[in-house]
Nanobody, 123 residues
């Protein structure tokens, strides 16, 4: 089992940057592909980015490609999410997730979830 805790959210002006982090417990972290999802008020949870177990492969939603970067450190059991050039439409609760299926954008494919961290981008 994996427990996930996100941190690093906050309020930022449009054009600014934030770095989210997800800390995982358990000795099997490196056996999971990791993803970041987000959910804005009144909207469904949507895929943002994912990274393979080794960190060699990544996938991004078109809306964030070129602005956001996902990375992981298996020695530290962490997944980081650098968000640059933030826009008001990036405002949402951001969730870290762990799953065993590679490059899947569906939330149902992920087995473990953090509680989320709020990101608010003001215009």
């Amino acid at each position: 089992q994996v427990q996930l805790v996100e941190s690093g959210g906050g309020l930022v002006q449009a054009g600014g940057s934030l770095r989210l982090s997800c800390a995982a417990s358990g000795r099997t972290f490196s056996s999971y592909h990791m993803g970041w999802f987000r959910q804005a008020p009144g909207k469904e949870r949507e895929f943002v980015a994912s990274i393979t177990r080794s960190g060699a492969g990544t996938d991004y939603a078109d809306s964030v490609k070129g602005r956001f970067t996902i990375s992981r450190d298996n020695a530290k059991n962490t997944v980081d999410f650098q968000m640059n050039s933030l826009k008001p439409e990036d405002t949402a609760v951001y969730y870290c997730a762990a799953g065993r299926t590679i490059f899947v954008r569906s939330a149902t494919a992920y087995d473990y979830w953090g509680q989320g961290t709020q990101v608010t981008v003001s215009s």
